[in-house]
Protein backbone atom coordinates (compact mmCIF):
# COMPACT_ATOMS: atom_id res chain seq x y z
CA UNK A 1 0.00 0.00 0.00
CA UNK A 2 2.77 2.31 1.06
CA UNK A 3 4.72 1.53 -2.24
CA UNK A 4 1.62 1.85 -4.08
CA UNK A 5 0.91 5.85 -2.84
CA UNK A 6 4.51 6.49 -2.99
CA UNK A 7 4.47 5.65 -6.93
CA UNK A 8 1.54 7.66 -7.44
CA UNK A 9 3.33 11.05 -5.51
CA UNK A 10 6.37 10.38 -7.93
CA UNK A 11 3.77 10.06 -11.12
CA UNK A 12 2.17 13.67 -9.32
CA UNK A 13 5.57 15.59 -9.01
CA UNK A 14 6.97 13.95 -12.20
CA UNK A 15 3.83 15.73 -13.80
CA UNK A 16 4.53 19.23 -12.06
CA UNK A 17 8.43 18.98 -13.20
CA UNK A 18 7.51 18.73 -16.64
CA UNK A 19 4.68 21.17 -16.28
CA UNK A 20 7.37 24.09 -14.83
CA UNK A 21 9.59 22.93 -17.53
CA UNK A 22 7.61 23.24 -20.41
CA UNK A 23 6.39 26.81 -18.48
CA UNK A 24 9.68 27.40 -18.36
CA UNK A 25 10.42 26.79 -21.79
CA UNK A 26 7.12 28.58 -23.18
CA UNK A 27 8.71 31.75 -21.05
CA UNK A 28 11.46 31.55 -22.24
CA UNK A 29 10.22 31.54 -25.84
CA UNK A 30 8.03 34.29 -24.71
CA UNK A 31 11.25 36.39 -24.48
CA UNK A 32 12.69 34.92 -27.58
CA UNK A 33 9.92 36.63 -29.59
CA UNK A 34 10.69 40.05 -27.57
CA UNK A 35 13.92 40.48 -28.14
CA UNK A 36 15.55 41.64 -31.18
CA UNK A 37 16.92 38.89 -33.77
CA UNK A 38 20.06 41.61 -34.25
CA UNK A 39 21.62 43.80 -31.80
CA UNK A 40 22.38 45.97 -34.63
CA UNK A 41 18.77 46.57 -35.19
CA UNK A 42 17.53 46.80 -31.80
CA UNK A 43 16.59 50.77 -31.50
CA UNK A 44 14.62 49.57 -34.48
CA UNK A 45 12.88 46.73 -32.73
CA UNK A 46 11.74 48.60 -29.79
CA UNK A 47 10.48 51.35 -32.23
CA UNK A 48 8.32 49.29 -33.81
CA UNK A 49 7.05 47.60 -31.00
CA UNK A 50 6.18 51.00 -29.64
CA UNK A 51 4.29 51.65 -32.76
CA UNK A 52 2.33 48.72 -32.29
CA UNK A 53 1.03 49.39 -29.27
CA UNK A 54 0.14 52.99 -29.85
CA UNK A 55 -1.97 51.31 -32.71
CA UNK A 56 -3.70 49.53 -30.20
CA UNK A 57 -3.93 52.60 -27.56
CA UNK A 58 -1.22 51.27 -25.24
CA UNK A 59 -0.04 54.56 -24.56
CA UNK A 60 2.32 53.44 -21.39
CA UNK A 61 3.52 50.35 -23.07
CA UNK A 62 4.76 52.27 -26.05
CA UNK A 63 6.60 54.91 -24.06
CA UNK A 64 8.62 52.12 -22.21
CA UNK A 65 9.62 51.71 -25.89
CA UNK A 66 10.37 54.84 -27.13
CA UNK A 67 12.13 55.76 -23.88
CA UNK A 68 14.42 52.44 -24.00
CA UNK A 69 15.69 53.93 -27.14
CA UNK A 70 16.46 57.26 -25.70
CA UNK A 71 17.98 56.05 -22.55
CA UNK A 72 19.82 52.71 -24.20
CA UNK A 73 20.37 53.91 -27.57
CA UNK A 74 22.39 57.02 -27.59
CA UNK A 75 23.76 57.23 -30.81
CA UNK A 76 20.79 55.31 -32.77
CA UNK A 77 19.84 57.82 -35.75
CA UNK A 78 15.82 57.23 -34.01
CA UNK A 79 16.48 58.88 -30.89
CA UNK A 80 14.65 62.03 -32.20
CA UNK A 81 11.96 59.85 -33.49
CA UNK A 82 11.73 58.40 -30.44
CA UNK A 83 11.42 61.75 -28.43
CA UNK A 84 8.62 62.95 -30.98
CA UNK A 85 6.63 59.49 -30.30
CA UNK A 86 6.95 60.26 -26.49
CA UNK A 87 4.73 62.99 -26.64
CA UNK A 88 2.62 61.63 -29.20
CA UNK A 89 1.52 58.97 -26.78
CA UNK A 90 0.50 61.71 -24.23
CA UNK A 91 -0.79 63.48 -26.96
CA UNK A 92 -2.93 60.29 -27.45
CA UNK A 93 -3.65 59.42 -23.68
CA UNK A 94 -5.64 62.95 -23.75
CA UNK A 95 -5.74 63.23 -20.05
CA UNK A 96 -5.22 67.00 -18.57
CA UNK A 97 -2.38 65.55 -17.16
CA UNK A 98 -0.62 64.07 -20.12
CA UNK A 99 -1.57 66.84 -22.71
CA UNK A 100 0.61 69.00 -20.05
CA UNK A 101 3.74 66.30 -20.30
CA UNK A 102 2.93 66.05 -24.15
CA UNK A 103 3.49 69.59 -24.23
CA UNK A 104 6.73 69.52 -22.34
CA UNK A 105 7.97 66.47 -24.74
CA UNK A 106 7.54 68.65 -28.03
CA UNK A 107 9.39 71.49 -26.41
CA UNK A 108 12.13 69.73 -25.29
CA UNK A 109 12.36 67.89 -29.01
CA UNK A 110 12.39 71.53 -30.75
CA UNK A 111 14.77 72.48 -28.51
CA UNK A 112 17.34 69.47 -29.15
CA UNK A 113 16.07 69.30 -32.84
CA UNK A 114 15.08 72.43 -34.51
CA UNK A 115 15.68 70.98 -38.20
CA UNK A 116 14.45 68.36 -38.32
CA UNK A 117 12.17 67.03 -40.50
CA UNK A 118 9.54 66.36 -38.19
CA UNK A 119 10.19 69.91 -36.50
CA UNK A 120 7.10 71.16 -37.87
CA UNK A 121 5.16 68.00 -37.01
CA UNK A 122 6.59 68.58 -33.34
CA UNK A 123 5.33 72.51 -33.36
CA UNK A 124 1.95 71.44 -34.54
CA UNK A 125 1.82 68.74 -32.08
CA UNK A 126 2.45 71.04 -29.38
CA UNK A 127 -0.18 73.72 -30.60
CA UNK A 128 -3.42 70.64 -29.89
CA UNK A 129 -1.99 69.47 -26.78
CA UNK A 130 -3.67 73.49 -25.87
CA UNK A 131 -6.15 72.76 -28.79
CA UNK A 132 -7.41 69.67 -26.60
CA UNK A 133 -7.75 72.13 -23.85
CA UNK A 134 -10.05 74.27 -24.87
CA UNK A 135 -13.15 75.22 -23.25
CA UNK A 136 -16.14 76.95 -24.31
CA UNK A 137 -16.67 80.38 -25.16
CA UNK A 138 -18.30 81.00 -21.84
CA UNK A 139 -15.03 79.34 -20.25
CA UNK A 140 -11.48 80.43 -19.24
CA UNK A 141 -9.86 81.65 -23.10
CA UNK A 142 -6.79 80.87 -21.54
CA UNK A 143 -5.88 77.48 -23.79
CA UNK A 144 -7.85 79.04 -26.45
CA UNK A 145 -4.94 81.85 -26.04
CA UNK A 146 -2.02 79.37 -26.32
CA UNK A 147 -3.62 77.44 -29.37
CA UNK A 148 -3.76 80.62 -31.29
CA UNK A 149 -0.15 81.47 -30.60
CA UNK A 150 1.58 77.99 -31.32
CA UNK A 151 -0.62 78.13 -34.26
CA UNK A 152 0.77 81.35 -35.20
CA UNK A 153 4.52 80.36 -34.50
CA UNK A 154 4.04 77.50 -36.89
CA UNK A 155 2.68 79.82 -39.63
CA UNK A 156 6.00 81.89 -39.21
CA UNK A 157 8.31 78.85 -38.85
CA UNK A 158 7.21 76.46 -41.57
CA UNK A 159 5.33 78.53 -44.38
CA UNK A 160 5.58 75.79 -47.01
CA UNK A 161 4.47 73.34 -44.77
CA UNK A 162 1.83 70.28 -46.03
CA UNK A 163 0.60 70.59 -42.20
CA UNK A 164 -0.61 74.85 -43.16
CA UNK A 165 -4.36 73.32 -44.30
CA UNK A 166 -5.00 71.46 -41.36
CA UNK A 167 -3.29 74.07 -38.97
CA UNK A 168 -5.58 76.89 -41.05
CA UNK A 169 -8.34 74.54 -40.17
CA UNK A 170 -7.61 74.21 -36.46
CA UNK A 171 -6.49 77.60 -35.92
CA UNK A 172 -10.22 78.96 -37.87
CA UNK A 173 -11.73 76.90 -34.92
CA UNK A 174 -9.76 78.42 -32.45
CA UNK A 175 -10.20 81.76 -33.25
CA UNK A 176 -13.71 81.50 -33.28
CA UNK A 177 -14.21 80.24 -29.83
CA UNK A 178 -12.42 83.52 -28.89
CA UNK A 179 -14.54 85.71 -30.91
CA UNK A 180 -17.77 83.83 -29.78
CA UNK A 181 -16.14 84.82 -25.98
CA UNK A 182 -16.43 88.46 -27.18
CA UNK A 183 -19.22 88.16 -28.46
CA UNK A 184 -20.95 86.76 -25.97
CA UNK A 185 -20.02 89.47 -23.37
CA UNK A 186 -21.15 92.33 -25.88
CA UNK A 187 -24.88 90.42 -26.08
CA UNK A 188 -24.52 90.63 -22.27
CA UNK A 189 -24.06 94.21 -22.17
CA UNK A 190 -26.79 94.81 -25.05
CA UNK A 191 -29.27 92.78 -22.83
CA UNK A 192 -28.09 95.19 -19.99
CA UNK A 193 -28.42 97.79 -22.08
CA UNK A 194 -24.83 98.89 -21.54
CA UNK A 195 -24.49 100.05 -25.12
CA UNK A 196 -20.82 101.79 -24.82
CA UNK A 197 -19.48 98.27 -23.56
CA UNK A 198 -21.20 96.58 -26.15
CA UNK A 199 -20.20 98.48 -29.28
CA UNK A 200 -16.93 97.88 -27.63
CA UNK A 201 -16.67 94.26 -28.06
CA UNK A 202 -18.36 93.81 -31.18
CA UNK A 203 -16.07 96.29 -32.62
CA UNK A 204 -13.21 94.61 -31.24
CA UNK A 205 -14.43 91.49 -32.74
CA UNK A 206 -14.25 93.54 -36.44
CA UNK A 207 -10.96 94.92 -36.00
CA UNK A 208 -9.19 91.73 -34.52
CA UNK A 209 -10.90 89.04 -36.48
CA UNK A 210 -12.71 90.03 -39.44
CA UNK A 211 -12.68 86.39 -40.96
CA UNK A 212 -15.14 85.24 -37.82
CA UNK A 213 -17.28 82.41 -38.89
CA UNK A 214 -20.74 84.37 -37.94
CA UNK A 215 -19.19 88.02 -38.51
CA UNK A 216 -22.84 88.56 -39.77
CA UNK A 217 -24.52 88.42 -36.10
CA UNK A 218 -22.07 90.62 -35.05
CA UNK A 219 -22.52 93.12 -37.59
CA UNK A 220 -26.35 92.48 -36.92
CA UNK A 221 -25.67 93.43 -32.89
CA UNK A 222 -23.97 96.13 -33.44
CA UNK A 223 -26.44 97.90 -35.61
CA UNK A 224 -29.36 97.33 -32.99
CA UNK A 225 -27.13 98.26 -30.06
CA UNK A 226 -26.13 101.85 -32.06
CA UNK A 227 -29.80 101.85 -33.05
CA UNK A 228 -30.69 101.74 -29.34
CA UNK A 229 -28.62 104.20 -28.67
CA UNK A 230 -29.55 106.83 -30.98
CA UNK A 231 -26.84 106.78 -33.01
CA UNK A 232 -29.09 105.08 -36.00
CA UNK A 233 -27.12 107.12 -38.99
CA UNK A 234 -24.09 104.36 -37.80
CA UNK A 235 -26.62 101.82 -37.52
CA UNK A 236 -28.41 101.75 -41.24
CA UNK A 237 -25.18 101.07 -43.46
CA UNK A 238 -24.55 97.84 -41.42
CA UNK A 239 -27.99 96.64 -41.33
CA UNK A 240 -28.00 97.16 -44.81
CA UNK A 241 -24.40 95.52 -45.34
CA UNK A 242 -26.25 92.11 -43.35
CA UNK A 243 -28.99 92.00 -46.37
CA UNK A 244 -26.73 92.62 -49.09
CA UNK A 245 -23.72 90.60 -48.18
CA UNK A 246 -25.11 88.17 -45.84
CA UNK A 247 -27.96 86.78 -47.82
CA UNK A 248 -28.43 83.83 -45.82
CA UNK A 249 -28.21 84.86 -42.98
CA UNK A 250 -30.75 84.11 -40.41
CA UNK A 251 -30.89 87.39 -39.45
CA UNK A 252 -31.46 89.49 -43.09
CA UNK A 253 -35.28 89.74 -41.95
CA UNK A 254 -34.93 91.04 -39.17
CA UNK A 255 -32.24 93.31 -40.76
CA UNK A 256 -35.03 94.14 -43.29
CA UNK A 257 -37.61 95.14 -40.74
CA UNK A 258 -34.83 97.48 -38.61
CA UNK A 259 -33.66 98.80 -41.84
CA UNK A 260 -37.56 99.81 -43.14
CA UNK A 261 -38.14 101.19 -39.42
CA UNK A 262 -35.34 103.25 -39.38
CA UNK A 263 -35.75 104.71 -43.13
CA UNK A 264 -39.18 105.46 -41.59
CA UNK A 265 -38.09 107.36 -38.67
Known amino acids: MIKHHSKAWQRVLGAACLLLILTAATGCAGKKNNTPPDPAVADQFLMQRGREAMVKKRWIEAREYFREVIDNYSS ?31 REFLTFYPRHPQAETAQYNLAMTYFKQMKKADRDPTSTKETLA ?32 SFGV ?66 VEKAQKRLQELKAQ
Open 186 to 251: GVSYYKRKWYPGAIDRFNEILRDDPGYTNIDQVYYYLAETLARADRKGEAIPLFDRVVKEYTTSEF
Open 150 to 181: EFDVFFQRYPESALTPEVKTKWRIARDRLSET
Open 76 to 106: SPLRPEAKLAVGDSYLGEASTESLVLAANEY
